[in-house]
């Protein structure tokens, strides 16, 4: 059964930081690319950031320089260490699991994040 846990969420001033984990079991973690979307009220659900088996990132444009995606795979867990923090940066964000250059397969429940001062 395959499960995705985010944690780390939460209310945080603007300027400030967060680092989001999600912890995956249930699948072989260290072949699949890994990702970060999210999604504001009222809005579509976007990418935010990707990770490859290999370690490779790519980063949405609103938050190169800000966010960093990680992963490590003896813990079976992904990452996103994000700075600078904004009010639009203010969504759920989701784990993701899937095949380089395809679809997610799997998405977490997703946890909040709140930037407001």
């Known amino acids: 059964q395959v499960q995705l846990v985010e944690s780390g969420g939460g209310l945080v001033q603007p300027g400030g930081s967060l680092r989001l984990s999600c912890a995956a079991s249930?699948?072989?973690?260290?072949?699949?690319?890994m990702g970060w979307y999210r999604q504001a009220p009222g809005k579509q659900r976007e990418l935010v950031a990707v990770?490859?088996?290999?370690?490779?990132?790519n980063y949405a444009d609103f938050v190169k320089g800000r966010f960093t995606i990680s992963r490590d795979n003896a813990k079976n867990t992904v990452y996103l260490q994000m700075n600078s923090l904004k009010p639009e940066d203010t969504a759920v964000y989701y784990c993701?699991?899937?095949?380089?250059?395809?679809?997610?397969?799997?998405w977490g429940q997703g946890t909040q994040v709140t930037v407001s001062s």
């Open positions: 993701n699991a899937g095949v380089e250059r395809n679809p997610p397969i799997w």
């Open positions: 990770i490859t088996s290999g370690g490779s990132t």
């Open positions: 249930g699948f072989t973690f260290s072949i699949f690319a």
